[in-house]
C-alpha cells in the first residue's frame, strides 16, 4: 500500500447515469457510474520521452516482463526471436528509476536478469545489460506459468513502489501444473500486482490468458503473428509507464435493507466484479478497479432495494473511490449518489436511461460470443449460429465496429438487424481465437 498526498493523486470524478423513477412495487435500481482520472500519468508522457518522468515526478513503478521459453517457442524459431525482440523494445520503453525484472518460463521460472532475487533500476546502462541478457534466451521445457507468476511476485513486492505490474508471454497450454496450481498462484497474487497476458501464435487455451488477465486485473489480447510482438509490447509498456496510482477500490454503501445486486466494469472492457467484494464497514463493500493513468472506465452498479410506494425515495447507494493509506485508512478521491423514487408515472417509470441499456447489450453481446464459439466447439451447430446470430444484432445495434468486423470472420451474415447468419463451414483458428480473447471489449455509449 501506498500513502498518497493529495498533490500527487491524479483528480477522479464520478458521474452517475440512472432512471432514478420506479414505479410502485419495483425493488431494482440500474446505475451506470462512469470514474475518470485526470491529470496523473499519460501514456502520451511515455511516448514523447520514455526515459523522463515530468517535473517533481519520482519514479514509482516496479515491471516484471515473463517470456515463455518453453519448447515450443523454438516452432518456428522466428518466435523466439520475435519473443526476445518485444522484450527488448519494453525494456527501451521503460522510464529511468523504474525498477524491472525479466523472467523466462518453462515448467520452472528462472529470473534471466538481473538475478539474484532483486531487482534492476532502469538506466542506460541496465537497459543494455537486460538487451544482452536475453541473447541468453532459448527455448527448451514445459510451461507452468504458476510459478511464473509467484517468482515475479516475490520480485515485485521487493521495492517500495506504488505500482506493481507484470507482462506475460505465453505460446501454449499450461500443461505442467494443475489448474488448481495456477488458481491458487493467481489467488496469491491478486490484489499485490497488475498483470497483462498475451497469447502469440495459435496454440494457446484462450480461457487461461484471459482467465489470468482477468485475475490480475489486466488486459488479455492476442498476437498470431509474431512478428507484432515487438509493437504489442511496446504498447503495453507504455500503458503501464502511464499509471500513476495503484489500488484505487470502488467503494459502495447501501441504507438499511438495500444490498448490492452485482457490480461490474462494463468499459473498456466486461469484467465481473461481484464476487471480488472485501467488506468495508457497515454496510459498505469495496470493489478493486486496479491501477489507474489518464483514463476513463465505466462500471453497471445494480441495487435491491426494500418495495416502497408512490411519492417515496431514497437513497439507493453512495459510490466512491478510495485508496489505502499505510495507517489503515482510506483517502476518499471522489463519490456520486443512486437514487430512488417510487412514481406512478408510467413514462417515467419504464423509461430506460440510456447509458444502462447500451451497456446491458453490451455485457450480453459478451456473453453470447462466449456461449456461441463454447457451442460451435461442441458441435452444437444451431445454438451457435442462434447465439452468434444474436451476437451480430448487438454488435450492429450498439455500433460495436470492432466486434462487427471479428463476427464477420466466423459468420455469414445475412441480416445484421435481425442477427440472420451462416456459420462458415471453415474458419481460421486466428479469427475464430481473436474473437474469443476480444469478446469482452466495449464500445462506449454516445453521450447526448
Not at 517470456?67 to 519473443?83: H, L
Not at 534471466?112 to 534466451?137: E, F, H, I, M, S
Not at 453512495?318 to 485508496?323: D, F, K, Q, T, Y
Amino acid at each position: 500500500m501506498a500513502n498518497f498526498s493529495k498533490s500527487n493523486v491524479p483528480q477522479f470524478s464520478v458521474e452517475v447515469y440512472q432512471n432514478e423513477y420506479l414505479p410502485e412495487g419495483a425493488r431494482e435500481v440500474n446505475a451506470i457510474v462512469t470514474v475518470t482520472s485526470t491529470g496523473g500519468g499519460t501514456i502520451g508522457s511515455a511516448v514523447t520521452a520514455p526515459h523522463l518522468y515530468s517535473a517533481g515526478q519520482a519514479p514509482n513503478a516496479a515491471v516484471a516482463i515473463m517470456v515463455d521459453c518453453s519448447g515450443s517457442m523454438d516452432y518456428p524459431p522466428t518466435k523466439m526471436r520475435n519473443a526476445r525482440d518485444a522484450t527488448a523494445a519494453a525494456i527501451d520503453t521503460l522510464r529511468d528509476g523504474v525498477h524491472f525484472a525479466v523472467i523466462g518460463g518453462t515448467h520452472v521460472a528462472k529470473e534471466v536478469y538481473p538475478g539474484g532475487g532483486r531487482l534492476a533500476v532502469a538506466d542506460a546502462a541496465t537497459r543494455d545489460q537486460a538487451k544482452q541478457a536475453l541473447r541468453r534466451l532459448s527455448a527448451g521445457g514445459g510451461t507452468a506459468i504458476g510459478t511464473w507468476l509467484r517468482l515475479a511476485d516475490r520480485l515485485l513486492s521487493s521495492a517500495d513502489v506504488a505500482i506493481r505490474h507484470g507482462i506475460l508471454l505465453t505460446d501454449g497450454r499450461n500443461e505442467h501444473e494443475s489448474p488448481e496450481d495456477l488458481k491458487a498462484a493467481l489467488d496469491s497474487c491478486a490484489g499485490r500486482f497488475t498483470c497483462d497476458a498475451r497469447g502469440v501464435g495459435t496454440d494457446w487455451e484462450v480461457k487461461e490468458v484471459t482467465g489470468i488477465a482477468s485475475a490480475l486485473l489486466g488486459t488479455a489480447d492476442i498476437v498470431a503473428d509474431p512478428a507484432g510482438l515487438a509493437e504489442d509490447f511496446t504498447r503495453m509498456m507504455e500503458t503501464a509507464m502511464g499509471k500513476e496510482v495503484a489500488d484505487v477500490a470502488l467503494r459502495l454503501w447501501t441504507p438499511m435493507g438495500a444490498g448490492i445486486k452485482f457490480v461490474k466494469q462494463v468499459a473498456p472492457t466486461v469484467e465481473e466484479l461481484t464476487d471480488r467484494r472485501t467488506e468495508a464497514g457497515p454496510r459498505a463493500g469495496d470493489y478493486p478497479t486496479g491501477s489507474w493513468g489518464d483514463e476513463s472506465r465505466d462500471y453497471h452498479v445494480c441495487v435491491e432495494v426494500p418495495a416502497a410506494g408512490i411519492g417515496q425515495e431514497m437513497l439507493a447507494a453512495r459510490v466512491s473511490l478510495v485508496i489505502p493509506q499505510d495507517d489503515g485508512s482510506v483517502q476518499a478521491l471522489s463519490q456520486g449518489l443512486v437514487r430512488a423514487v417510487w412514481t406512478d408515472d408510467m413514462a417515467a417509470s419504464t423509461s430506460i436511461n440510456p447509458q444502462v441499456a447500451h451497456y446491458t447489450g453490451q455485457a450480453e453481446l459478451a456473453q453470447v460470443i462466449q456461449q456461441g464459439l463454447d457451442a460451435r466447439k461442441a458441435g452444437d451447430i444451431d445454438g451457435a449460429t442462434a447465439k452468434l446470430g444474436r451476437a451480430v444484432q448487438l454488435a450492429s445495434a450498439s455500433g460495436n465496429a470492432d466486434t462487427a468486423k471479428l463476427l464477420a470472420k466466423v459468420v455469414d451474415v445475412v441480416d445484421a438487424a435481425t442477427g440472420t447468419v451462416r456459420l462458415k463451414a471453415k474458419v481460421e483458428e486466428a479469427d475464430e481465437m481473436t474473437l474469443e480473447t476480444r469478446s469482452t471489449k466495449t464500445v462506449r455509449v454516445k453521450k447526448s
